[in-house]
């Protein structure tokens, strides 16, 4: 059955079309080369219409067979890539048992692999109800339709050309991740073609290609590009979801950041943005959110899983299904436990890994994912699958190890094959180079947190180091500010954490004063060479190697602005800075004791005759259970063994290296550190210092025993030499 609608809503006479019976998988719109498949799951709905849009016929209903596994499905010949489709789904609205079915609305696709633009918030109420302002509101269902404010589904073309361009593959133990914003990154790069300034083609293009390729980072995560709905009071106040993390379609590139079209043209510019990306070498890591989405509480619109069937795709209260478990701060949850739901995650996934080339995720909120019925659970049914499937098993794996609900905070408890964003780390790193924290909790995340991973086997690389991210301070705002300062997202300063472990290094905010500026640069450049010496992952916040400041915002989610976006003429400014970050990321990708794939021991497994790695005081002897215990020490160094490396290389050979010492300051004085005895080394030369960023290591070799002076808030690395 199929029925013809105008642009004005008005029933018409349907022109004569095919219509076959489908298959149920796979789900989405499937187009096989002379017509597309339709198929989408909903267990409670009692009728389900597939709609066609026309610009001149306006929209075609065609009902949808109930096949297996509650999916809803039918077959159009010669429909193709560009059509434009959405569904509605009747059954009861009855929010009080869990159900919100409203035909009145148009719903996108669930596995929409495009979809053609925004909600429009002014065009028609996209909420399943009127909203009189009543705490029962959401009870009754409206009777307005409002495919005049929704985007359309698109059927995709899957066809693209990846000239044999493969993924890199780059070993844990090698990779060095650049968190960034899409449109952010070259929004107003001045070497990137204007049209494409803010796109995929722009991260794809030559001069940001270029500029990643400089830093040497090995792999782009990107903030999400799933396609993103803001929110209507965002609307409402003339902002936007910069961030994104408010996925309505979980196949979808998002369409805003297309600069070919929105048609289905932001796939292959997406897929042409990956090519281009792995031809450079540089891998590409999704920041994906399968926690929550854009559709809010009980109160929020109706755009796609709340109408198709809301009680399966979402978690409800057991006792009071009218209101949504929320575990994310977000008014609702993804219900993963569901197997549609699941199979939802697991084909997103796969897609975006098989025919997007994709090399990883991150996951937002990921103990949200991992939650059953309440607990936070590392033996779900999320891991399960992920861990026995052969695709996404040999994918990187990140969690963001947190949720707002009980029990969340779960850094150092997912299973093996993960890596977490090491939070732990974060917040000991910044006490430290903020002259607080203890010693001990300093080495043990420099030295890969084994306090968190080794225990259940996991090694180094489970911990992805970062000490910024694009939620909180960047560098340059966390040693310039004590407090936040969000005014410019109109929330009266609440919004974004409190907790920002920063210091103003003695003025808040921009000075001229040049002492202070002095100390700042000196904590930005330890803080950066801590993060990227460290054992571990190092994750990189995409601006920090320019100073990047958002002027002390440390939650700038809805700022579309230059508050948010790079600003690439400080990049010119910073050039010491961005020159200063090579040289580091130089020194890790050429040692590979500064990136081992074993937890350091303290021991000699190898027979050098001296450990893997050993701490020392500034008077060059071993630190002391009484020296770690000291609340008021602020300085230590430590030798690592490049002759004391488990493993082989890819021939089968043993791994050696050079061996450092790496000496660290962090309070007020210049500490003069006495050199270890000879049998560590019988001469070093200084590779870099943080309080001299353009020394380079042609200096006068230094002798054990020697003192080499350690400027207050800097850190010095010495390389072994011959003599």
Not at 16 to 38: C, E, H, M, S, Y
Not at 301 to 312: A, C, E, K, Q, T
Not at 318 to 333: A, K, L, Q, W
Not at 661 to 687: C, H, K, Q, S, Y
Request: with cysteine; proline share 6%.
């Amino acid at each position: 059955m199929s029925d013809q609608f105008d642009p004005q809503g008005h029933r018409q006479e349907a022109p004569q079309r095919q219509v076959l019976p489908g298959k149920p998988f796979p789900l989405g719109a499937i187009w096989d080369g002379r017509g597309t498949n339709f198929s989408i799951f909903s267990a409670h709905a009692e009728r389900v219409s597939l709609c066609l849009f026309d610009s001149e016929r306006g929209e075609t209903q065609i009902d949808l067979n109930r096949g297996e596994a509650h999916n809803w499905h039918c077959y159009l010949p010669e429909v193709g890539p560009g059509q434009r489709y959405g569904f509605r789904v009747h059954g009861p609205y009855d929010p009080a048992a869990g159900h919100r079915f409203n035909p009145r609305k148009l719903l996108l696709d669930p596995y929409a692999k495009a979809i053609d633009g925004p909600v429009d918030w002014d065009r028609a109420n996209v909420l399943p109800y009127v909203p009189d302002g009543s705490e029962d509101a959401d009870l009754e269902a409206d009777d307005e339709d409002d495919v005049e404010a929704m985007p359309r589904s698109v059927v995709a073309d899957p066809a693209f050309d990846w000239e044999g361009v493969e993924a890199p593959n780059t070993r844990w133990a090698e990779t060095v991740i650049y968190e960034t914003h899409v449109k952010g990154f070259t929004h107003t790069h001045p070497g990137v073609r204007e049209d494409l300034r803010g796109t995929y083609a722009g991260l794809a293009s030559e001069a940001a290609i270029e500029h990643l390729l400089s830093l040497g980072v090995t792999a782009v995560e990107l903030m999400p590009v799933h396609h993103i709905v803001s929110e209507s009071f965002l609307h409402d106040r003339g902002f936007t979801n910069y961030w994104g993390y408010s996925t309505i379609g979980y196949f979808a590139p998002h369409s805003d950041y297309a600069a070919t079209g929105t048609r289905g043209e932001q796939v292959r510019e997406f897929k042409g943005m990956v090519k281009a990306l792995h031809r450079a070498g540089i891998e590409v890591i999704l920041d994906v959110v399968y926690n929550h989405t854009a559709e809010g509480n009980h109160l929020g619109p109706m755009l796609s899983f709340r109408g198709v069937d809301n009680s399966s795709y979402y978690r409800l209260v057991p006792d009071d299904p009218r209101f949504y478990m929320d575990f994310t701060g977000t008014g609702n949850s993804l219900n993963p436990v569901h197997p549609s739901v699941l199979r939802l995650i697991m084909d997103s996934l796969r897609y975006w890994v098989i025919d997007c080339h994709v090399d990883g995720f991150r996951f937002d909120l990921a103990s949200a994912l991992a939650r059953e019925l309440h607990d936070v659970d590392k033996l779900s049914a999320f891991f399960d699958v992920i861990h026995q499937d052969p695709i996404l098993s040999q994918v990187k794996l990140i969690a963001e190890p947190w949720d707002v609900g009980p029990g969340g905070y779960q850094v150092g408890n997912f299973p093996v094959l993960w890596a977490e964003w090491n939070g732990i780390y974060r917040d000991s790193i910044r006490d430290f180079w903020r002259g607080q924290g203890s010693l001990g909790d300093f080495a043990g995340r420099f030295t890969g947190s084994s306090d968190l991973y080794q225990p259940e086997g996991r090694p180094p690389h489970s911990s992805i180091n970062f000490v910024t991210a694009h939620d909180g301070f960047t560098l340059r705002d966390l040693v310039s500010y004590d407090g936040k300062h969000n005014e410019a997202n109109y929330e009266g300063n609440d919004g974004g954490t409190d907790d920002n472990r920063s210091w103003n290094s003695g003025a808040e905010g921009e000075t001229d004063d040049a002492a202070v500026l002095d100390l700042r640069g000196r904590r930005q450049r330890s803080m950066l060479a801590t993060l990227l010496l460290s054992q571990g992952v190092p994750m990189l916040l995409g601006g920090d190697e320019m100073s990047r400041t958002q002027d002390g915002n440390n939650n700038t989610w809805c700022l579309d602005t230059e508050q948010s976006w790079y600003d690439w003429a400080q990049a010119e400014s910073e050039s010491d800075l961005v020159d200063f970050t090579r040289r580091l990321i130089a020194l890790r990708a050429n040692h590979s004791v500064l990136r081992r794939a074993y937890f350091l021991t303290g021991e000699e497994p190898l027979g050098s005759g001296l450990p893997d790695a050993w701490w020392f005081r500034p008077d060059g002897l071993r630190m002391t259970r009484r020296n770690w215990q000291d609340a008021e020490a602020r300085c230590l160094g430590v030798f690592l063994n490049g002759m004391e490396i488990p493993g082989t290389d890819d021939a089968g050979e043993r791994i050696t290296d050079d061996s450092f010492l790496i000496l660290f300051n962090a309070g007020d004085d210049p500490v003069d550190f006495r050199l270890p005895t000879r049998r560590f080394g019988a001469m070093w030369v200084v590779e870099l210092t943080t309080a001299e960023p353009q020394r380079l290591p042609e200096g006068e070799r230094v002798a054990p025993r020697t003192s080499v002076s350690v400027a207050g808030w800097s850190t010095v690395v010495l390389r072994r030499v011959a003599r």
